[in-house]
Nanobody, 115 residues
Framework: QVQLVESGGGLVQAGGSLRLSCAAS????????MRWYRQAPGKQREWVAV???????NYIDSVKGRFAISRDNAKNTVYLQMNSLKPEDTAVYYC?????????WGQGTQVTVSS
């Protein structure tokens, strides 16, 4: 069993920044891809960003140039740096990984951006 624990959410004004963390209970060194998703009220969960084992990254168009995903394998942690936040970024943010064929999700961390 693997646990993913997100932290770093909160309330911020539009234009502000937050850094989310996702700490895994085991090594992520060999995990192919770590992802962040988000779910806004009344909407489906959507993929936000991915980082591969090799360090390649990709983002949903709406956050490109504002968000940056990174990983620290030594700390078993993935980060999501969020800059120039907008009210439409308000959502619960979830960390996700597939490890040995099993989907793992964190409990989520709330991000609220006020206008």
């Amino acid at each position: 069993q693997v646990q993913l624990v997100e932290s770093g959410g909160g309330l911020v004004q539009a234009g502000g920044s937050l850094r989310l963390s996702c700490a895994a209970s085991r090594s992520i060194l060999n995990v192919n891809a770590m992802r962040w998703y988000r779910q806004a009220p009344g909407k489906q969960r959507e993929w936000v960003a991915v980082i591969t084992r090799g360090g390649s990254t990709n983002y949903i168009d709406s956050v490109k140039g504002r968000f940056a995903i990174s990983r620290d394998n030594a700390k078993n942690t993935v980060y999501l740096q969020m800059n120039s936040l907008k009210p439409e970024d308000t959502a619960v943010y979830y960390c996700h990984a597939v490890i040995i064929g099993v989907d793992y999700w964190g409990q989520g961390t709330q991000v609220t951006v006020s206008s």
